[in-house]
């Protein structure tokens, strides 16, 4: 595979569990399609739960508002790449994803050998680590 | 000249790491580099007026301050609130800064 160039990696660490950085990912990643960027997304560690298939489309129910459906974090993954498919790819590490257990992951990430992160550390003009393990 | 974004995520109750973070964005621009620190999630707490976080110092050297809009508004915190110097920034605007070449960026 050849990783297309782009003009931002976000590499991102931790689960959503932890704090806000989930949410500033995706602003963030939002803010740069929006000025015309191409971007890459690189999950490690907990992050690549983010995109776990097992997620399903839909949080739990939320037990004060039974009617209202809310979307999780790997259905809103996957649709911020659907409305951007030639400017953002959405890459899952291989060796933290088996680590815990999410091998199984939504059609629209693509999951990449750790050894193979340089890659695409070469094929982006501009990096940002948001996160640590 | 060094054109740097500092993001810092942490506040001050999360320990003295982000106060170590401002004094090194300092250092930057006492060297005169070209710097921005922007405090997002926990780190805007760090803006309130009182809380001090070696500002005076920070801002003395040319820097920066930016603290992100939402998360500001997430605390229920007002303009007022905030110390002098520090203004309100929305993503687009990181983005930008982002996407700048010659930017390094660092998050913290």
């Known amino acids: 595979m050849i990783v297309p160039p782009s003009d931002m990696l976000l590499k991102v660490l931790g689960g959503p569990h932890h704090t806000e950085l989930v949410t500033s990912l995706f602003r963030l990643a939002q803010a740069l399609l929006d000025a015309d960027a191409s971007v890459q997304v690189w999950a490690c560690g907990a992050a690549t739960g983010l995109t776990s298939a097992s997620l399903g489309d839909l949080k739990p129910r939320d037990v004060t508002d039974r009617a209202t459906d809310y979307p999780s974090i790997a259905a809103l993954a996957g649709r911020l790449v659907r409305a951007y498919p030639e400017r953002l790819n959405w890459y899952v590490c291989r060796f933290c994803s088996e680590d815990r257990g999410n091998t199984a992951q939504i059609a629209e990430v693509r999951t990449r050998p750790a050894a193979r992160f340089w890659e695409h550390v070469q094929a982006a003009d501009q990096m940002l680590v948001l996160g640590v393990c | ?108």
């Open chain 2, 1 to 108: 000249m060094a054109d740097y974004l500092l993001i810092e995520s942490n506040g001050p109750a999360d320990g003295p790491a982000a106060a170590r973070f401002v004094a090194d964005a300092a250092t930057l621009a006492s060297q005169g580099a070209k710097v921005a620190l922007l405090l997002i999630q926990n780190g805007v707490a760090g803006a309130v007026a009182g809380i001090d976080m070696g500002w005076e110092e920070f801002l003395s050297r040319g820097g920066e301050l930016w603290v992100d809009r939402f998360s500001v508004r997430q605390r229920a915190l007002a303009d007022a609130d905030l110390v002098a110097g520090a203004r309100l920034a929305d993503m687009d605007e990181v983005a930008k800064k982002l996407l700048t070449p010659g930017v390094r960026a660092v998050w913290h």
